[in-house]
T-cell receptor
Framework: QQPVQSPQAVILREGEDAVINCSSSKALYSVHWYRQKHGEAPIFLMILLKGGEQKGHDKISASFNEKKQQSSLYLTASQLSYSGTYFCGTEWGSDYKLSFGAGTTVTVRA | EAQVTQNPRYLITVTGKKLTVTCSQNMNHEYMSWYRQDPGLGLRQIYYSMNVEVTDKGDVPEGYKVSRKEKRNFPLILESPSPNQTSLYFC??????????FGSGTQLSVL
């Protein structure tokens, strides 16, 4: 029961914006976002807890819509360093059974 | 330095030969977990542990075993590996309900 991420891939020019969506078929307790560079381990970006809280990390921010059972990650004024695969991870309860989506590959070009 | 250490980094083995991938963390984290990563499928959870002697199945537990006898260690055991277990494996740890710290990964090939 993995969450569904969209789009699968996106290509941007430096300075452009993008949105990555993460949808769940069940009510969410929390959503995690991670970025992975090729051949490396995923790196934490942010956690959102139920309550619709929006968080930010530099020019990357995220929202959590409890009612729609989804989260969105916003890449603003993209930089070359934003390239990588972004994963959302979802929890449906507080038991920490964290399931990840299939990932969204972001390519930022100069 | 705070870290999650996995070994080995690369492993090639043959069908049926038992193997263990080790995972150790030095951050006194309660939670540890194993994931496998396959192209197009993302990270799929194999097993997780909320504390010593407490383990539970993730989404793809078949063919794997784990144990949590000490808080810092969470080995992944493949009793009889098969080619469909060829994958990139990641161990991760965290304080309960906080961000995950991942190990550097183990690329396993089962021939």
């Amino acid at each position: 029961q993995q969450p569904v991420q969209s789009p699968q891939a996106v290509i941007l020019r430096e300075g452009e914006d993008a949105v990555i969506n993460c949808s769940s078929s069940k009510a969410l307790y929390s959503v995690h976002w991670y970025r992975q560079k090729h051949g490396e381990a995923p790196i934490f970006l942010m956690i959102l807890l139920k309550g619709g809280e929006q968080k930010g990390h530099d020019k990357i921010s995220a929202s959590f819509n409890e009612k729609k059972q989804q989260s969105s990650l916003y890449l603003t004024a993209s930089q070359l360093s934003y390239s990588g695969t972004y994963f959302c991870g979802t929890e449906w309860g507080s038991d920490y059974k964290l399931s990840f989506g299939a990932g969204t590959t972001v390519t930022v070009r100069a | 330095e705070a870290q999650v250490t996995q070994n080995p980094r690369y492993l090639i083995t043959v069908t049926g030969k038992k193997l263990t991938v080790t995972c150790s963390q030095n951050m006194n984290h309660e939670y540890m977990s194993w994931y496998r990563q396959d192209p197009g499928l993302g990270l799929r959870q194999i097993y997780y542990s909320m504390n010593v002697e407490v383990t539970d199945k993730g989404d793809v537990p078949e063919g794997y075993k784990v144990s949590r006898k000490e808080k810092r260690n969470f080995p992944l055991i493949l009793e009889s590996p098969s080619p469909n277990q060829t994958s990139l494996y990641f161990c991760a740890s965290s304080k309960t309900n906080e961000k995950l710290f991942f190990g550097s990964g183990t690329q396993l090939s089962v021939l």
